[in-house]
T-cell receptor, first 117, second 111 residues
């Protein structure tokens, strides 16, 4: 199956700093990537849809200026949490769709655990 | 608005005790229904995609079925390593490519 990687897997930062999370599709080109946030024992909450070469589409309630998304190539999307605060601590997961298989399946990365002190 | 409801919220089984997980959905034109497995601290792992009512797919001890209103994930003779949270998601024909996820069923299989 398709492989999606995320880096870093875990990050701890001080309040007020910015953190960048990378999402890569390793063996396929992903025109569309998705960013999710997941709180403990809760399901995935879609934050934004990222299309290569265009601006991301954010879900209602997600601050565009706080969660910057860049999808610069067909294999890389980044999420930057700017001026992070403790309430931004969460598990962030990206996913990518592989249209070449003719399916609509999303393949997920392993996630990034962000802790803001 | 697309909706996905999974039940039960938690399920505890003895090893070898078969059971089913339910995923009820409402969607404006189903493009696909997806099942994922998620282990603690990990991203969801893809299991199945179902596209139309009557479709079934199997993988080892798991079998997914689909009707017009719900999907079942049948687990036959589960083993402790099947313990995980199972997520169901739907994608509509017209929603800009987004999938709607259920809250999941956390399965615990005791030896």
């Amino acid at each position: 199956g398709a492989v999606v990687s995320q880096h870093p897997s875990r990050v701890i930062c001080k309040s007020g700093t910015s953190v960048k999370i990378e999402c890569r599709s390793l063996d396929f080109q992903a025109t569309t990537m998705f960013w999710y946030r997941q709180f403990p024992k809760q399901s995935l909450m879609l934050m934004a849809t990222s299309n290569e070469g265009s601006k991301a589409t954010y879900e209602q309630g997600v601050e565009k200026d706080k969660f910057l998304i860049n999808h610069a190539s067909l294999t890389l999307s980044t999420l930057t949490v700017t001026s992070a605060h403790p309430e931004d601590s969460s598990f962030y997961i990206c996913s990518a769709r592989e249209p070449s298989l003719g399916e609509d399946t999303q393949y997920f990365g392993p996630g990034t655990r962000l802790t803001v002190l | 608005e697309d909706q996905v409801t999974q039940s039960p919220e938690a399920l505890r089984l003895q090893e070898g005790e078969s059971s089913s997980l339910n995923c009820s959905y409402t969607v404006s034109g189903l493009r696909g229904l997806f099942w994922y497995r998620q282990d603690p601290g990990k991203g969801p792992e893809f299991l199945f995609t179902l596209y139309s009512a009557g479709e079934e797919k199997e993988k080892e001890r798991l079998k997914a079925t689909l009707t017009k209103k719900e999907s079942f994930l049948h687990i036959t003779a589960p083993k402790p390593e099947d313990s995980a949270t199972y997520l169901c998601a739907v994608r509509a024909n017209t929603n800009a490519g987004k999938s709607t996820f259920g809250d999941g069923t956390t399965l615990t299989v005791k030896p």
